[in-house]
């Protein structure tokens, strides 16, 4: 199985702040590389897919790059309705699915 | 839009059956390059996908490994939904259910969960 890493765990940031998220992949899953936002009690919602692609309706404060092993989310000019814990997920073993463990992002 | 309602109970006895449904709204389960899943969410395990169902000239369906021998996903087109089985159920199950739609390797739209507990 692919195993997914992400970093850091948690982070604290204000608003108005620029995070960045780190997500390894175990070995090479090209562009196959997807971001989620959850929130308490909700399903995970999708914001970027195929690494860099905005999800329709998404902000674009919401950005992400890399390829192969390393990739990076960034949210820029952070907002309040952004505190959420964020997922990378790789598309590479279709069907199978896996996701990193998740990064919380706190308020200040 | 497309709309995933999920249902089934909350509570299941270990060794017994853990069966939930999602219904679909907006979409066709026999669209093709969609995927229909099942995730599920707990704090030891995080997010965890168990397996899928599909059409694509034919009909395809995957299990993952850890849930191989114990996990059914069936389909009925009639009334546009699937379904989950999980077998032999242990406190380890004990997790947040998830209906999925997989469109471009990612998972687009999402049921609204179903909290299943695994105990006597």
């Known amino acids: 199985d692919i195993q997914m890493t992400q970093s850091p765990s948690s982070v604290s940031a204000s608003v108005g702040d620029t995070v960045t998220i780190t997500c390894r992949a175990s070995?090479?899953?090209?562009?196959?590389l997807a971001w989620y936002q959850q929130k308490p009690g909700k399903a995970p919602n999708l914001l970027i897919y195929?690494?860099?692609n905005l999800q329709s309706g998404v902000p674009s404060r919401f950005t992400g790059s890399g390829s192969g092993t390393s990739f990076t989310f960034t949210i820029s000019s952070l907002q309040p309705e952004d505190f959420a814990t964020y997922y990378c997920q790789q598309g590479d073993s279709f069907p199978r699915f896996t996701f990193g463990g998740g990064t919380r992002v706190e308020i200040k | 839009q497309v709309q995933l309602q999920q249902s089934g109970p909350g509570l299941v006895k270990p060794s017994q059956t853990l069966s939930l449904t999602c219904a679909i709204s907006g979409d066709s389960i026999s669209s093709n390059s969609v995927a229909w899943n099942w995730i599920r969410q707990s704090p030891s395990r995080g997010l965890e996908w168990l397996g899928r169902t599909s059409y694509a000239s034919k009909w395809y369906i995957d299990y993952a490994e850890s849930v191989k021998g114990r996990i059914t996903i069936n389909r009925d087109t009639s009334k546009n939904q699937f379904s989950l089985q999980l077998n032999s159920v242990t406190p380890e199950d004990t997790a947040v259910y998830f209906c999925a739609r997989g469109s471009f390797r990612a998972i687009d739209v999402w049921g609204q969960g179903t909290t299943v507990t695994v105990s006597s």
């Open positions: 195929a690494t860099s």
């Open positions: 070995q090479d899953i090209s562009k196959w």
